[in-house]
Antibody, heavy 119, light 107 residues
Framework: QVQMQESGPELVKPSETLSLACSVS??????????WAWVRQPPGKGLEWIGT???????YYNPSLRSRLTISGDTSKNQFSLNLNFVTAADTAMYFC???????????WGQGTLVTVSS | DIQMTQSPSSLSASVGDRVTITCRAS??????LNWFQQRPGEAPKLLIY???SLRNGVPSRFSGSAFGTDFTLTINSLQPEDFATYYC?????????FGQGTRVEIK
């Protein structure tokens, strides 16, 4: 059973970089069997897809975030990470890391971590 | 981008009621439509995938249907633990999109 856990700062200053990591157990981030993604949810609002990383190294980003976003993997730690540059208050949200089988649905979710952008 | 229009945005229902939530895609997405349940303070939980397939362990009172670009989540005999927010999500393209969510409240 795949399990996922987000980690990173809870508070980030405006214009700085938001960096989160997701530790994965029960599945390898370098396996062709899985893909890995990030989804966020501003307080009291709906879900927003951020981006997805595939075992091949291919990444797909939400067009609204693409210019500020990098998703990458660290196979030595079996983690994947999110880096979002030049954050503003609009980036304040619960951030979830997500995983799924190959072309299947996103069935594995971390518990989420709340990141607040504020000076 | 593919837009997902979910309705209603909220509804009130009683325990034992049958509830229907609809999601319409702005273009054809085959059956690449998933439904999630999110209780307050929790991560979303996958209920239905590929439009109509029930995830293992999800109660059979949940069901999904698909008609062209219209998808429906039905909850038969609503239970107290079903009061939550429900989201649809399309996975037809690599650029995912979610519906706006439907909050199911106790009448």
């Amino acid at each position: 059973q795949v399990q996922m856990q987000e980690s990173g700062p809870e508070l980030v200053k405006p214009s700085e970089t938001l960096s989160l990591a997701c530790s994965v157990s029960g599945g390898s981030i370098s396996s062709s069997s899985y893909y890995w993604a990030w989804v966020r949810q501003p307080p009291g609002k709906g879900l927003e897809w951020i981006g997805t990383m595939y075992y091949s190294g291919s990444t797909y980003y939400n067009p609204s975030l693409r210019s500020r976003l990098t998703i990458s993997g660290d196979t030595s730690k079996n983690q994947f990470s999110l880096n979002l540059n030049f954050v503003t208050a609009a980036d304040t949200a619960m951030y979830f890391c997500v995983g799924g089988y190959s072309s299947g649905p996103p069935g594995y979710w971390g518990q989420g971590t709340l990141v607040t952008v504020s000076s | 981008d593919i837009q997902m229009t979910q309705s209603p945005s909220s509804l009130s229902a009683s325990v034992g009621d049958r509830v229907t939530i609809t999601c319409r895609a702005s273009q054809r997405i085959s059956r690449f439509l998933n439904w999630f349940q999110q209780r307050p303070g929790e991560a979303p939980k996958l209920l239905i995938y590929e439009g109509t397939s029930l995830r293992n362990g999800v109660p059979s009172r949940f069901s999904g249907s698909a008609f062209g670009t219209d998808f429906t989540l039905t909850i038969n005999s609503l239970q107290p633990e079903d009061f939550a927010t429900y989201y649809c999500q399309q996975g037809y393209t690599t650029l995912w999109t979610f519906g706006q969510g439907t909050r199911v409240e106790i009448k």
